[in-house]
Structure formats: structure tokens, C-alpha cells
């Protein structure tokens, strides 16, 4: 199989043209070569697709596949889509639960409303740029793309930084802030397990590509990364009206932990029966886990996105974790 990866270099970009290359496929990636490495034996292409002419190294070829993670602005997309349409067989576009119209009912699956994004839009928020850009892939593809819709997406090259920030918090030992309930059902995909199913399934359309709600356990995440960092780190399981009374904020303070009720809730609670009966296998989380602490330990510290701006680090700093321990007088597990 011929794959072409536009990106490459990058978190789910990487990963999939990793995962190709084991399979022994022929990987071409188009970048602009400014950040990140590809794997051996990899073709790799230059080129900026927001310039004029930018695709230019694209004008020959033909692939059995396209896997495009972009999330800029939608005409870019659809840029690239039409520039390759007579030349592929089939369209991934790695898109994200987030083009679902708020509010959302935890639950809903793929028919859900998406906000309303034009295909030829310039570049706006995230969330509008990857439904806009759904939009302008699928006019030029059609029945021949696939819009996998992804939720959280953890395991090795992480660069948001949640599961890395879990397991450097474990890794420092202490009392360590745990938000409840312990048995919170978490939904997530390992970028691994994701990659499979781009270059695997035969669906089209849009599809939720994450793991089943309860997959793991916010108990169970954290005690995977107590146990892999081997650290002396104390669970204090804190009720969630509590943390949230402090202004800490689910998500982006306590990354991964959006807790019942929450207007968020739904990123933790998409229907994938899609998914699964289109062939979507998931890792246990203590693979995934037990892996990310190994990359993380081997490359140091959280890449940057490559070629795209810097997001809002994660998580809480050690003073206000502190402070909210001692308010809340959280009991060890």
C-alpha cells in the first residue's frame, strides 16, 4: 500500500506514519520540513500548503491512500484535497469531537449537529477549522473519505502534555492531588490504536475514533502512573464539588478529568458504536501508560506541535495542589 501522510512529523501524523512503515508500506510525508523527524525509510516531500504554489511537490504521485491531520484553515484543506483527487484512492481526514454544536448530550454520536464552519473559510478557532475543513474533504471526496472524528488522544509523542503531566506529578512522589470519584469512567484513544484504524478501516464518513466510556477509570489512570514511575506518591481522593468550588478547572487544570454533570461531560461520553464495528481495537490503559512514562523519560520533556502555535500548558503548579490538599483535608485511597 502507498501512503501519503500530510504532516507527518507530529503527534498523530507521526504515529501513523510509524505504524505504516511496520506494516511495510510505501510512506511518503509532505511537510515543510521545520519541525520533528520521520521514520527510516521514508519519502519525504517539501512544501508549505499556505503559500502560493505550495503543493507544488505534490503535482506527481499516486497513493492508495492520503492521511491529512490538518487543522488550519478549512480552504487549505480543501486545497489540498482537490490537488489530489484524480491521484488517491481514498481520504483520511483526522478531524475532532470538537466540531459537535454545543450544547451537547452525552451519548450522541455522529449525527449530532456540527458547528457551522464554510469548506473555503479562512483560518478561525479550532473547533470551526476542523468542522469547516470536514466540509471542504468531503466536497471533493465524497463517499471516498473518511472523517475520523477523534476525542482524547493519549500514549507516546503526546504534545498537550496530559498524560505526561499525570506521570510527572506521580514521578514527584507526595501527597498528590486525585480528583473523584476514583471509579469516573475516562474515554480515550492511544494515538497508536488511532492509527491503526486510519490506515484499517474501510469506513467513510464521519466516525467517532475513541475508546469505549469506562475503557479505563480515572482510579485506574492514576494508579498506572503511580505504579510505572515506581514513585512514593499518595492517591488524596477529593470529592469533585470541592476542586471545582476552588475555580479549578476540569480539563486544563486536572488534565483528562471532566466530572459528572459537567457542561464537558460529553467529551468523555460519545457513542462509538461506529468505531468498534468498523474494526476500532483499543490497548489496555496500563500499556499505554507504562509507554508514555518510557518516551517521556527518553526525549525528556513535551515536544512542541509541529507547525502549529503553542497551546496553554497543562495542569496545576505544586503551590495551588498544596493549598487545595490542605483546604479540602483529601484522604489518602
Known sequence: MRLLVLGGTGFVG????????RRGWSVTVFNRGLHGTAPAGVHRLRGDRTAPDGLAALADGEWDVVVDTWDGAPRVAGAAAAALADRVGRYVYVSSGSVYA????????????TIDAAPDADEADYARNKSGAE?????????????ARAG?????????????????????????????????????????DLAAFLLESGASGPVNVVGRTGHTTMGDLLDACVTVTGSDARLRWTDPDAILAAGVEPWNDLPIWIPEGHEYRWLQECDVTRAYAAGLACRPVAETVADTWAWLREVGTVPPRAGRPQRVP???DPAREAALLAATGAAPA
Open 102 to 113: 454545543e450544547p451537547v448530550t452525552p451519548g450522541s454520536d455522529e449525527d449530532a449537529p
Open 152 to 192: 482524547l488522544i493519549l500514549g507516546p509523542g503526546e504534545d498537550i502534555g496530559r498524560l505526561p503531566w499525570w506521570l510527572t506529578r506521580a514521578a514527584r512522589g507526595g501527597d498528590m492531588l486525585a480528583p473523584g470519584p476514583v471509579d469516573l469512567p475516562v474515554q480515550y484513544v492511544d494515538v497508536r
Open 135 to 147: 466540509r471542504a474533504v468531503h466536497a471533493v471526496f465524497g463517499d471516498r473519505a473518511l472523517l
Open 14 to 21: 507521526g504515529a501513523t506514519a510509524a505504524e505504516a512503515v
Open 314 to 316: 497543562v495542569g496545576l
